[in-house]
Nanobody, 116 residues
Framework: QVQLVESGGGLVQAGGSLELSCVAS????????MGWYRQAPGRRRDLVAT???????NYADSVKGRFTISRDNAKKTVYLRMNSLKPEDTAVYYC??????????WGQGTQVTVSS
């Protein structure tokens, strides 16, 4: 079983910054990719950013140029640096891990609130 523990969420004013972290532990056969998704009230869960084991990144258009995803493979940790935050970035942010065997795991989520 895989555990994903997120941290770093909170309340910030528009234009501010936050950094999220997610640490993976448990039985992991091999990591294909890790990433972040978000879900605002009444909306579906959407991709924010992903990073593969080889460092290839993918971002939602709405966050390109403002958010940066990175990872520390040795620590099984993924980070999301969020700059120039906007009220529309307000959501619960979920960490995701995709194993090489195709199994996916999710964290419990961390709330990010951006005030105008």
């Amino acid at each position: 079983q895989v555990q994903l523990v997120e941290s770093g969420g909170g309340l910030v004013q528009a234009g501010g910054s936050l950094e999220l972290s997610c640490v993976a532990s448990g039985t992991i056969f091999g990591i294909n990719a890790m990433g972040w998704y978000r879900q605002a009230p009444g909306r579906r869960r959407d991709l924010v950013a992903t990073i593969t084991n080889g460092g290839f990144t993918n971002y939602a258009d709405s966050v390109k140029g403002r958010f940066t995803i990175s990872r520390d493979n040795a620590k099984k940790t993924v980070y999301l640096r969020m700059n120039s935050l906007k009220p529309e970035d307000t959501a619960v942010y979920y960490c995701n891990l995709e194993q090489t065997i195709g199994r996916q795991s999710w964290g419990q989520g961390t709330q990010v609130t951006v005030s105008s």
